[in-house]
């Protein structure tokens, strides 16, 4: 994922997301939303090229039963 | 009088727990306007357990390590009448808690009497303890400066001396940065240690309930009494308690002790890295250990954060977006838009970090780093200067705590004094499960004078004085 996407690309992206979601972003949060989303995104490209073999577990572990 | 102090006095028969409750009463009367701690006083209830507590004292019946000792919680724990606010507007609508929450249920088994519920940052999604709703937690110390968050109330009850035992949650370094702030003592335990059923959580992947106290005793006793498995908590530990009081005093000579360099040696003010100098120096430890990819590790709790969070709240999302506090909803809102592998990665990450992790502790036992990159700033405050840098302050309050709370390291937070102004905090990191050399260390930087907690100057007086 691109580590700073475009902000019009991303209000976009916003926009496009906030029905699939059933959210209603009010004109005045939008430009809160797409910061956050970026910033978030920033961080997500921190560790997304971080090499893991295709074995490689997430942290949590589901138990069947104790 | 700390904790021990007074169940000591209590157990003895030299004060009563009513005498006790009462004070801590009186103390917030008196104070609490200033700090802004508490959101809720169970004075009738806290008075009606003290009286009980005393008749078992009288009939000679045994009474718990905690007798007669006034705590209170971070308003995201349940107590029986109370709707569990977690800081919100919306959650205040819900119904009344039907009974408390585990960790209030095991103080109260050791003797130890709620008096309230405290201050928090909204949903717990907060480093400054400031609360749109309630107003803002101050810090005892400098009103004019954050507490810290978000449990901000807990950290600011204990410097004012209302109370000398709080809880708190933390998820991305809830406890250990108004600890910092606030000058007091937090343990942040071992991810799974401390039940959390009966809490509002944030971010299940990463939360944590914890103790804080004007000392590490009291933090000891605390801790132990609300150890042990929990099945209502799918995450609590099956492991039996370990107690740790028994072996507080045993020193440090054993101990491995590094301090963390690089990620955590850059990126603060000067007084935070003399703080954890002072510390090693005071423990004898020369040796700089590496936390490998610690940058990495925040980002992806950043994330986890953002997801999960926005998970929980997504329906409140839907429906009441606009009694959010505005800047805990724009975060939200954006996280529910994080594609989903990024979240995948971020916890198979999470997983390869903690191994990496675990490996440096093959060769240290105790790793000490700075528990924030500043002292607590002003209240307001919106930008963190760092080498004339301006960065916004929010997030990056917790840029040390959140790479060592991503893999549910147990952390003590500890307070250490510049030579003026407010404290800085240190934190002692240790292995999984070894909260009990956390805590060692604390102890033995405590003994040396060096990590101390005290009641705010102007605060420690009897309330009838401070009023």
Redesign the interface.
């Known amino acids: 994922m691109s580590p700073s996407p475009d902000p019009a690309a991303l209000g976009a992206y916003v926009d496009a997301a906030a029905p699939l979601l059933g959210l209603a972003i009010a004109p005045d949060w939008h430009e809160g939303v797409v910061a956050h989303l970026s910033a978030i995104l920033a961080a997500g490209a921190r560790f997304d090229g971080f090499a893991l073999p295709d074995e490689a577990e997430a942290a949590p572990v589901f138990e069947a039963a104790p | 009088m700390t904790a021990a102090e007074i169940a000591d006095a209590v157990a003895s028969g030299r004060l009563t727990a009513r005498a006790a409750v009462a004070d801590a009463l009186a103390r917030i009367a008196a104070l609490d306007g200033r700090v802004n701690a508490f959101t809720d006083v169970t004075g009738e209830r806290a008075l009606s357990a003290a009286d009980a507590l005393d008749a078992r004292l009288a009939r000679g019946e045994p009474v718990g390590p905690l007798a007669g000792v006034p705590f209170a919680v971070k308003n995201l724990f349940d107590v029986a009448g109370l709707p569990t606010r977690a800081g919100s507007r919306i959650n205040r609508e819900r119904p009344p808690a039907g009974r408390d929450g585990a960790l209030v249920r095991r103080l109260e088994a050791a003797g130890a009497i709620l008096v309230g519920a405290l201050n928090m940052g909204e949903y717990a999604y907060d480093f400054t303890g400031e609360n749109v709703h309630d107003g803002p937690s101050r810090n005892p110390h400098d009103l004019a400066h954050m507490s810290g968050g978000s449990s901000g109330g807990s950290g600011a009850a204990l410097a004012a001396g209302l109370v000398p035992l709080t809880l708190g949650s933390d998820t991305n370094g809830s406890i250990r940065v108004p600890s910092a702030f606030c000058g007091c003592f937090g343990l942040k335990p071992t991810y799974g240690r401390l039940s959390r059923a009966g809490s509002f959580p944030f971010v299940g992947?990463l939360d944590h309930l914890g103790p804080m106290a004007r000392s590490t005793r009291d933090l000891a006793l605390a801790y132990d009494a609300m150890q042990g498995p929990d099945p209502d908590d799918p995450v609590a530990t099956?492991r039996p308690a370990e107690p740790v009081l028994p072996g507080l005093e045993a020193g440090t000579g054993d101990l491995r002790i590094a301090v963390a360099g690089g990620y955590f040696a850059r990126g603060g003010d000067p007084e935070v890295f003399e703080a954890v100098r002072r510390a090693a120096e005071a423990l004898g430890a020369a040796a700089v250990v590496e936390i490998p990819?610690a940058?990495?590790a925040?980002?992806?709790a950043?994330?986890i954060s953002?997801a999960e969070g926005a998970a929980l709240h997504?329906d409140r999302?839907?429906t009441r977006?606009?009694d959010f506090d505005?800047a805990v909803?724009?975060?939200l809102?954006?996280?529910?838009?994080?594609?989903a592998p990024?979240v995948?990665?971020?916890?198979?990450?999470?997983?390869?970090y903690?191994g990496a992790v675990a490996a440096l502790f093959e060769t240290v036992d105790v790793v000490l780093a700075p528990a924030t990159p500043c002292r607590a700033p002003r209240g307001g405050e919106t930008t963190l200067v760092l080498d004339g840098v301006a960065m916004p302050l929010r997030?990056n309050i917790g840029v040390f705590t959140q790479p060592l709370s991503f893999?549910g390291l147990p952390v003590a937070a500890v307070p250490v004094w510049p030579e003026a102004g407010l404290p800085v905090g240190v934190q002692v990191v240790a292995a999984p499960w070894r909260e009990d050399r956390a805590l060692r260390v604390a102890r033995a930087l405590e003994a040396a004078g060096l990590a101390r907690a005290p009641v705010a100057v102007g605060m420690e007086s009897p309330p009838q004085e401070a009023a």
């Open positions: 992947s099956r990819e940058a990495r925040r980002a992806a950043y994330v953002a997504l999302l839907r977006a606009a505005p909803r724009d975060r809102l954006a996280g529910a838009m994080i594609p990024l995948e990665r971020a916890q198979k990450f999470r997983r390869w903690a997030p893999i």
